[in-house]
């Protein structure tokens, strides 16, 4: 993987030079910048290398005439087909990069080849001949692309980079929040769609293209949609469906094991890093595999997991490397994560991710293949089972659905089966798509009103954060069941807005990139075409995947209980942060940014220390939000001050 940046307007070669420089860690082992001042274009690079080592795999990388140039972060799993096809066709290669494959297939194809891109990535392409410059994101967003649309000091300026504070150097200081994306962070923890917290820095869609000249985006188009846009219904056997994951999944594990250096493996002792393991061994017998070890205890309700990455790497015949991380460590490293993280991401399992790939780095590993991906296709959360439980209660009126809402809110919310009983029932008299995106939230508008100031209330004004979801909803086709279109908006927004953008921040920190095999786009195919019932069956999710991986694994491995990253952090917020929520969230901090009230806060915060409430993720998200501001609007302000001579 790499780090890529670019430009379109006025710009100064320094202002580029330093954005290449903070996106550093992305790509240790080379950089490159192309500028033009005359066309007022300017991209930049900086590589990690994985294909084609020498010098020949350099960014930016150019056409024989430099009338086209590209940087590339990513990878394309069927560059080698493609590559033969334009081998055939008379294409003289120089080097063995998927970069120069696409280069190639661009001159051959123009912007039509993104479709037949299978891989993850995020390009800028300059063509002089067009006087235009094409930005591209992957289809299911695994790589993080921001963008700015705006002015600078010589007029319209366009730019855009693999992470946020790199594209700060190229663009004017941001100060102006966007309100809306911010209550999207605290109702979800992370923030659909394509808001950042700066009003004019936003995320570009999965399968989005751009064509941008003389600062000015002159062109926007999808080039990829999920399958649920074309599904047809097809009738498929318990047998086909079996075969065809154990087929799709082992052809996806094994295209992704290509590549010039050592390749690794996570091993979480799950269903969906195990499988990517056991077919990663049919490659490499020795495949290096690395777990976590969290000492210091874990919040009740979560699972141990290390005991079952142990009896996976034992039942596989493969190597185990443990990082042991004490829970207070992770604790202290919560500011770092939220700068790195660009966004304030709600969430300490960036830190999981972040830990594993430093011990890969130290180890040789450059390539980390991970499971990430396996519950959004095959129907693996709680809030798919959850969903499928309607049928229990979904006909009763509307009025007696109200009041089982009202009871489930009020049991103890320290106990982990009440929380998950409270949050099953939460959107009870909701209807249709309502329903489905209350599933998704973590708080309660009313609750997080509670906590705005009125300048917040009235710059928010009627925006819903639901509403990413809400619109995405109401593009699907009306025969896509309820599950399908719950795993769309996982596939849509959880994924590129979650869980993928902090593992590839995380890891990439440590110079590490991970690859996902469950989002090869030919596996997701396929996995659309599997039908609910095969999905899911009575109380067991995942049901078909199971079955298929029953030849691979140990039972007690595929059929264990779902868990998640086990950061305790109902008692971090109570105990190990308690200091510092005390700072960050104190009346004086609070009233000088001025997005929340301090008193209401502050009466949260005493109630979640004596458990009155469980707040903890609530309060974790106003700290994230505090610290991200801190370290991109007071930190970029300082840095001003400092240059101008103040």
Known sequence: MCG????????????????????????????????????????????????????????PMLTDDGQVVLVFNGEIYNFRELRAELEAKGVVFKGHSDTEVILQLYLSEGDAMLSRLNGIFVLGLWDARKDALLVARDGLGVKPVYVYEGSGEGGACFAFASEIKALQHLIPPQDALDFAAIDRYLSFQWCPGAGTPFAKVKKLDPGQALWVSRGRVVSRSTWYQLPIFTK???????????????TYL??????????????????????????????????????KC??????????????????????????????????????????????????????????????????????????????????AGGDDIFSGYRRHLALKSEHYWGW??????????????????????????????????????????????????VDLHALYTPEFKAQLGQARAEAPLTEFLSQLPKTATALDRMLALEQRFFLPDHNLTYTDKMSMVAGIEVRVPFLDLDLV????????????RGAQSKWVFKKAMEPYLPRNVIYRPKTGFGAPLRRWMQQDLRGLVGDVLSVASLKRRGLFEPKAV?????????GEVDASYTLFSLLSIELWCRAFIDRASTAQLKQAGK
């Open 4 to 59: 890529v940046i670019g430009v379109s307007g006025f710009f100064t070669v320094a202002a580029l030079q330093a954005g290449v420089a903070a996106i550093s860690h992305r790509g240790p082992d080379d950089a490159g910048m192309y500028t033009d001042p005359v066309a007022q274009v300017g991209l930049g690079h900086t590589r990690l290398s994985i294909l084609e080592l020498s010098a020949l795999g350099h960014q």
């Open 602 to 610: 502050q009466q949260m915060i005493q109630a979640n220390d004596s």
């Open 250 to 287: 082992r052809q996806a594990v094994h295209r992704q094991m290509i590549a010039d250096v050592p390749v690794g493996a996570f091993l979480s002792g799950g269903l969906d890093s195990s499988s990517v393991v056991a077919f990663a061994k049919e490659i490499n017998p020795e495949v």
């Open 525 to 536: 195919q396929f996995a659309s075409r599997i039908p609910d019932q095969l999905k899911q």
């Open 232 to 246: 047809t219904p097809a009738a498929m056997t318990e047998e086909v469906a079996t075969l065809g994951v154990q």
């Open 396 to 445: 009763l009126p509307q009025g007696v659905r109200a009041g089982l809402a009202s009871l489930a809110g009020g049991l103890d919310q320290r106990n982990p089966r009440f929380r998950r009983v409270a949050k099953l029932l939460s959107g009870a008299a909701l209807e249709g798509d309502a329903r489905l995106v209350n599933y998704f939230l973590w708080a309660k508008r």
């Open 290 to 371: 690395f777990t976590i070890e969290a000492v210091g205890g874990q919040d009740a309700g979560m699972t141990d997991d290390l005991s079952y990455a142990k009896q996976v790497a034992q039942h596989l015949k493969v190597p185990l490397a443990i990082v042991r991380v004490d829970s207070s460590q992770m604790a202290r490293d919560l500011e770092q994560m939220i700068y790195q993280l660009d966004e304030p991401l709600a969430d300490p399992a960036p830190l999981n991710v972040l830990y594993i790939s430093r011990l890969a780095r130290e180890q040789g590993i450059k390539v980390l293949l991970s499971g």
